[in-house]
């Protein structure tokens, strides 16, 4: 349903809480330190996911900027939204810019259950994975931090102290226990392939309590720790992300039922009119501003400049998830005066808007010319190891639109070390000779030696872009 309708999952399982809940089945759960507990647990989770999936050859150049909006973004779109809130529905300074801070976050979850499906530049969809990956850390913070200081807001300059110690040793713990572990694993033979990605996934938890012990930001511990171990060169990396995407989508899952659970319908209404109203100055002053004020630093530092059409994008592909929901129970746990409204006010601002900005993404990619109609998406290739014969089993699909599509087999020029050694074609299988020729949505098995398997990649990466004269055009089918 969620794909076919172009919605993020999170509203229908969101939807599902509430049908179990007090307004429809009768399920009482009102435990907010319980959800927060929980919540937190399933975010550390997902975002280690994030950090094991993330290919970093495509976020690398992206990394700047998306630090960059995952910092002073993030505190400009705090101040907007504290200070609109406070002019506007005259809430006291420490509520709005507890609210500002609540918001400030992206959902990975909710971007890319949208975003996977278009065509984006590899720089502005690497800008938002990663701005999605890093933004939690600084907002949870922030949320700590004002949650724990009554009902006056922190001293600005103790804030930022407290807020950079947490950054810097959260990326620190990261740096180090990824590395460490990466070159553990590759050393140590443990009795069955199903441990790698428990092991893994346990490293991920170890940078995060870690951190914590140290009083250090967890959650860039576990997303940079997560980014390393999935871009090294671990045994069983595929089964690994596979596990990971797993755990991860349960995680989503019984997080955003309980979040629905956990939300009483007959006090949303109330919390309808004020939660537009925030949302609409997210949306449309705070978001926007956040990406121009980011993108002047970024253009200013030398970092990155980012087109007009480019910025107007990311400011409406900031999609709101469980992140903003599992950080209201915060202030909620924490007791703060008006905490439960906040998150009445939440829920209803991640449901209206995910709906307004998740179906019309596209149409803004297009109208935006970001994305072009029917553009050919660049080739998924997954690889199995054959760890004794010292070999690599490429499976590779031809989509719609690629140039591999009438290419014969042996026009493809592969090295001598590698051979195509099996197709899959409308559900028929067999072996091609050096004059079969390829087709569109055909799947096929490469066999190829582990030192040239980046080579037999980038052969048919770019043979797919440029067709079987791609050397001719220079490309290289560089990722």
């Not at 949650?147 to 740096?175: C, D, K």
Request: net charge neutral.
């Amino acid at each position: 349903m969620a794909h076919r309708s172009g919605f993020p999952s999170l509203l229908i399982f969101l939807g599902l809480g509430l049908l179990l809940g007090e307004g429809g089945f009768g399920i009482q759960f009102e435990n907010a330190e319980l959800a927060q507990q929980i919540g937190l647990s399933a975010l550390a989770l997902i975002l280690a996911e994030g950090g094991l999936t993330t290919k970093w050859s495509h976020v690398r150049r992206a990394v700047p900027s998306a630090l960059v909006l995952a910092t002073v973004g993030v505190a400009v779109s705090i101040l907007a939204v504290g200070v609109a809130v406070h002019l506007v529905l005259g809430f006291s300074w420490h509520t709005a810019m507890l609210l500002g801070a609540i918001l400030a976050s992206t959902d990975a979850a909710a971007v890319f259950s949208v975003l996977r499906r278009l065509p984006l530049p590899p720089k502005l969809a690497g800008i938002l994975e990663a701005e999605s990956g890093f933004n939690d850390a600084p907002t949870v913070i922030a949320v700590v931090l004002l949650s724990t200081s009554g009902t006056q807001l922190p001293h600005l300059g103790n804030a930022l102290v407290e807020i950079g110690y947490e950054l810097v040793i959260g990326a620190i713990v990261g740096l180090v226990v990824g590395p460490l572990g990466s070159y553990a694993l590759r050393r140590v033979a443990l009795p069955a392939s199903g441990l790698y990605p428990l092991a893994v996934l346990a490293l991920t938890f170890v940078a995060y309590s870690g951190a914590a012990l140290l009083h250090g930001s967890g959650f860039l511990a576990v997303y940079v720790c997560a980014l390393i171990l999935g871009n090294a060169t671990l045994p069983h990396r595929s089964t690994t992300r596979g596990f990971a995407e797993g755990a991860a989508w349960l995680a989503q899952i019984g997080l955003f039922v309980m979040l629905g659970l956990l939300a009483s319908p007959s006090e949303l209404p109330s919390a309808i009119l004020p939660g537009l109203i925030a949302g609409a100055v997210l949306v449309f002053i705070a978001r926007p501003l956040s990406i121009v004020v980011s993108a002047a630093v970024a253009r200013f530092t030398r970092i990155d400049h980012l087109h007009w059409r480019e910025q107007a994008f990311l400011a409406w592909a900031g999609l709101r998830g469980a992140v903003p929901i599992i950080l209201a129970t915060i202030p909620w746990a924490a007791d703060v005066p008006g905490a439960k409204l906040l998150f009445n006010e939440v829920f209803v601002i991640v449901v209206v808007f995910t709906l307004v900005q998740g179906p019309t993404l596209p149409f803004v990619a297009r109208m935006l010319k970001v994305s072009v109609a029917g553009q050919t998406q660049d080739l998924d290739v997954e690889s199995a190891p054959l760890d004794e014969l010292n070999a690599e089993l490429l499976q590779m699909r031809v989509p719609q639109g690629s140039r591999l599509h009438g290419v014969e087999i042996f026009e493809l020029r592969l090295p001598a070390d590698a051979q195509v050694t099996l197709i899959v074609r409308e559900g028929r299988t067999f072996v091609p000779s050096n004059s079969t020729r390829i087709r569109a949505d055909d799947q096929l098995l490469v066999v190829t030696t582990a030192s040239i398997r980046k080579t037999v990649e980038n052969r048919l990466r770019a043979v797919s872009r440029q067709g079987k004269l791609a050397g001719w055009f220079g490309e290289g089918g560089a990722e």
